[in-house]
């Protein structure tokens, strides 16, 4: 019973972090993009679809979601993405201040390497 009740948590954590990633790298895809204004919602929408196509798992995500992964990618050191994201008040967007900027190039921490 204790076995089955680890393998199950264990499994459960890599899906929820596999929608991380999906959710990080849509998310960065669609802000190297900027047209159209990437607000809150289309961004929880292009990762719904990113999950779906990957996953074949339906999910709804809440802009709530969305935010705190911009701020993880914006200013959570454990990620190391320091990604340069900023936010247009007058279209409600958010968009990279560096054009060439993309999570995937982001360098190493001092704690990764």
């Known amino acids: 019973m204790h076995d089955k009740y680890i393998l199950d948590h264990y499994f459960c954590d890599m899906a929820t972090?596999?929608?991380a990633i999906i959710?990080?790298?849509t998310i960065d895809q669609c802000l190297r993009n900027p047209t159209?204004?990437?607000n809150l919602k289309p961004l929880s929408e292009?990762?719904?679809q990113a999950i779906y196509e990957v996953t074949k798992q339906e999910v709804t995500l809440s802009e709530r979601?969305?935010?705190v992964e911009i701020a993880n990618m914006r200013?959570?050191?454990g990620l190391g993405f320091n990604a340069p994201i900023e936010?247009?008040?007058s279209t409600k967007s958010y968009y990279y201040e560096s054009v060439d900027f993309k999570i995937m190039?982001?360098?190493?921490s001092q704690l990764d390497a």
């Open 17 to 19: 972090n596999k929608h």
């Open 23 to 25: 959710r990080y790298r």
């Open 36 to 38: 159209p204004p990437w």
């Open 46 to 48: 292009a990762c719904s």
């Open 65 to 67: 979601i969305i935010t």
């Open 75 to 77: 200013h959570h050191n």
């Open 87 to 89: 936010y247009d008040r």
């Open 105 to 108: 190039d982001a360098p190493l």
